[in-house]
């Protein structure tokens, strides 16, 4: 299972606000999205809320200031501090708030923000006037200027009855924005990222327009998939109401003329570009300035070409230094692989992730998606139907192998290595005992030298063009991460390189 936030810690702190009962929903979420999520609730909090209720959902402790006076006291805050990823507090009271700004630690959560290196997103919640009282406002600045990161609050109706801002924002706010924070760092970190999302819609008069089917959907998956490998993201969405990602810089577009405007914007200072757009091909050669009238004979209406993206990045790509990878869609109704090859050619792509939009279970609409993946050098690679988010992932690991050259990486021992030679192909003991052969991502490699050779230093790494293991390569989840495993004994002629593993 994919969990994009594998292996991460968050302390989450709960304080006393009506608004601590949305924190279950974030502890919950945040736990099936990987995390390791340790709840510490304040005395005003365990009024709202139970200790228990967090336990239930995240299989983790969750601790009140009780547990201050117990035997790991004089650790246990310490402790937590300097194991945590991530340091969210919502709902924060102004209480609360002020403790933070001030160094003031008096209870086990103003003890765990105050010894923790971690970054520290808060939530506001209060009632009519706090939020916007001189002193609650110069606290936030405070922690603002800290490094603090403060979600809302939003405005609406307050516990009061009065109206005005105070109201904690929603549970996938604060998903979102945890998930953005505990993925810098991640493989695509300090990547520049695009990419296009939905239909666009070419207009024949005020009221009517030329459009498609498409959702956005998979296109909003790759930006969420980018943002959690580590990348900064640029979403350019035609008309859709698909909530932005937390993180992404989202540009609405309507037009074909207005995306192509958008794209060659953002690829100024981008190293990749997902055109996952369904960009209309063809618009009213005339746009009617008033509402066309019903009337009894047929209308003619007059199409002309609209700008070829794809064909227009491709022609202008020198011109864009910093442009290293362009992925295209290609959704087709027959000749799958045969018109997104052709695609691909013609466009100069990298890879292309085409699918067949006749099948009522993928392409427009549906939640999932079955697509084969074709590369530049002539491979080609079907994946199996899978939701579309997972399929977002899985076009993000492809993209960054071919980021990284296009090769994937094997250690091995030099004795292993020197047997394979002898025999004409490489089968190690993996093989035999789970059916196939590690692999990784060369940012990957460190993970797995750590985790299967620790103390090695006579390790030797075997480069491998991805595309030359299709079709005995499958990409599995371990430790919620993917990973490329063969499936077949490795070919000898298939490694491009041979060099001593330095770590």
């Known amino acids: 299972m994919l969990l994009p936030l594998a292996g991460k810690r968050v302390v989450l702190g709960v304080t006393g606000s009506v608004a601590a009962y949305k924190a279950v929903v974030v502890a919950s979420r945040l736990t099936q999205l990987g995390a390791e999520v340790v709840t510490v ?5 365990t009024h709202f809320v139970m200790p228990l209720s967090f336990q239930a959902v995240t299989g983790q402790p969750a601790y009140t200031d009780a547990d201050l006076w117990g ?31 001030h160094g003031q630690a008096d209870n086990l959560l103003t003890l765990t923000a105050l010894s923790t290196s971690a970054p520290i997103v808060v939530a506001p919640a209060m009632d009519g006037g706090m939020f916007t009282h001189p002193a609650t406002q110069a606290n ?22 009065l109206m005005g801002p105070g109201r904690m924002v929603e549970p ?34 005020p009221v009517r327009a030329i459009g498609n ?86 209308l003619d209406l007059h199409l002309t070409r609209t700008v070829d993206i794809l064909a227009e990045v491709h022609a202008r790509r020198g ?39 006749t099948a009522r279970d993928a392409g427009f609409g549906a939640p999932t998606n079955r697509i084969t993946l074709l590369y530049a050098d002539g491979g080609a690679e079907p994946l199996p139907l899978m939701g579309k988010e997972e399929v977002a992932r899985h076009i993000l690991a492809r993209a960054l192998v071919l980021l990284q050259g296009g090769m994937v990486g094997h250690l091995c021992s030099a004795s292993a290595w020197e047997n394979a030679q002898r025999l ?27 985790r299967w050779f620790p103390g090695r230093n006579d390790l030797l790494l075997l480069l491998v063009p991805m595309t030359r293991l299709i079709p005995h390569l499958r990409w599995e989840a371990t430790d919620g ?11 000898i002629d298939a490694v491009a390189e041979v060099r001593k593993y330095n770590g």
């Open 481 to 491: 991460a993917l990973y490329p495993h063969l499936y077949a004994p490795l070919a």
């Open 213 to 298: 089917r498409s959702t956005g959907r998979q296109g909003f998956a790759l930006a969420q998939a980018a943002l959690d490998c580590g990348a900064e993201v640029t979403l350019i969405a035609g008309p859709t109401t698909l909530p932005t990602p937390w993180g992404a810089r989202r540009v609405d577009v309507r037009t074909a003329a207005e995306m192509a405007e958008a794209v060659f914007a953002a690829l100024e200072d981008a190293e990749a570009l997902f055109m996952a757009a369904a960009v209309a091909d063809y618009r009213p050669l005339q746009t009617a300035a008033q509402k066309i009238k019903k009337g009894k004979d047929a």
């Open 319 to 357: 011109d864009l230094p910093t442009l290293q990878l362009v992925v295209g869609f290609a959704a087709e109704s027959r000749d799958l692989v045969e018109n997104a090859r052709a695609k691909l050619q013609a466009k100069g792509l990298d890879m292309i992730a085409a699918n067949d939009i």
């Open 71 to 101: 035997q790991r006291a004089h650790v246990l805050h310490v402790g937590l501090g300097q194991q945590a990823d991530l340091a969210l507090i919502a709902p924060a009271t102004a209480n609360t708030l002020a403790k933070l700004a």
């Open 41 to 45: 609730l304040t005395k005003g909090a």
């Open 424 to 450: 004409g192909e490489y089968r190690p003991p993996s093989l035999e005992r789970q059916g196939f052969i590690h692999f990784a991502r060369l940012d990957q490699l460190a993970v797995v030298a750590q």
């Open 140 to 161: 936030l600045k405070a922690l603002r200027e800290r490094g603090v990161v403060v979600l809302g609050p939003e405005e609406g109706r307050l516990a009061s009855g």
């Open 172 to 205: 996938e706010t604060l998903i979102g924005a945890a998930r953005y924070h505990l993925t810098r760092g991640g493989p695509w970190q300090g990547k520049r990222v695009v990419v296009t999302a939905g239909g666009t819609q070419e207009p024949i008069d």
